[in-house]
């Protein structure tokens, strides 16, 4: 048997032996590793931002590890189990991907990704769902959320058709945003800015920029620029809270001409 053919049942092996006889495995239940698997999915994320292979990798293990235990709890209780849950998820990808495994009776072509896109989204609806937006997971970070329900909608044609188009939306609702500020009614002005920011990131789509990478990118940025500015006022043997606006603002622009 290779490496990758024994790696996968040795897991399953170890977590049947800690589920028997460790104290804090033994406890877990699918509610209690909630938090823990977005913990460990966030630790993803940052390692695949830093394009850190070896934190991919180590991350990716302890996903893994976590799909695992839910499915082991699943087959104590006679839910599911992870062979039930491998095969869904094959079925899933041959039904939904009629250009690669056709039915006979009724082919499929496709000319790019955005075809497929579409295909998918149509077999989704096929399959039950009530609408294109339905797979959106109501807990998803809000700008995340907003770039899954635009790319979504743009499968059934909800789209724009050029980028000018878009960014006269951003104006428009920049306007509506001065006008709720005037008026000093503070739902509408939350009530507008979500509107900005979401106009804001379909912008950003239309120029192939991902708005949460960008936003993450310059989140870096802030963090390095200012713990810079914490470091040169130490150098001077003062502190942020006793220097006044203009002197911060003089530091933080030197240091950000430093970094171009």
């Known amino acids: 048997m290779s490496s990758e053919n024994s790696a996968f049942p040795r897991l399953i092996n170890i977590m049947d032996e ?13 509610q209690s590793l909630r938090h823990l698997t977005i913990e460990e999915l966030y630790e ?6 830093e394009e850190d292979w070896k934190g991919i990798q180590e991350e990716l ?8 235990i839910y499915a082991k709890i699943a087959v104590e209780q006679n839910k599911f189990t992870l ?3 491998i095969n869904g998820v094959c079925d899933k990808l041959v039904k939904r991907h009629p250009h690669i495994y056709p039915d006979p009776d009724n082919p499929v072509d496709v000319k790019n990704e955005e075809d497929v896109k579409q295909n998918w989204e149509k077999i989704k609806l096929k399959e039950g769902k009530t609408s294109v937006l339905g797979g959106v997971p109501v807990s998803l970070p809000a700008m995340v959320k907003a770039i899954r329900l ?3 909608s743009k499968q059934v044609g909800f789209e724009w058709d050029n980028t000018s188009q ?5 104006q428009e609702e920049l306007g509506e945003l001065t006008e709720a500020i005037e008026s000093k009614d503070q739902d509408k002005i939350e009530d507008e800015m979500g509107d900005v920011f979401f106009s804001l990131i379909n912008f950003a789509r239309f120029l192939q920029v991902d708005a949460e990478n960008a936003l993450e990118r310059t989140n870096k940025k802030f963090i390095s620029r200012f713990k810079k500015m914490e470091t040169a006022a130490a150098l001077e ?8 606006l203009e002197e911060m603002d003089a530091l933080w622009n030197k240091i950000k001409h430093q970094s171009t």
């Open 18 to 30: 800690l589920r028997e006889k460790c104290p804090w495995d033994k406890k877990q239940t699918i």
């Open 44 to 49: 993803l994320t940052d390692a695949i931002t």
């Open 61 to 68: 293990g302890d996903l893994l590890l976590h799909i695992v």
């Open 83 to 85: 062979d039930e849950v």
């Open 150 to 152: 635009q790319e979504k």
């Open 166 to 170: 878009v960014w006269d939306k951003v």
């Open 237 to 244: 043997n003062k502190m942020l809270h006793d220097m006044s």
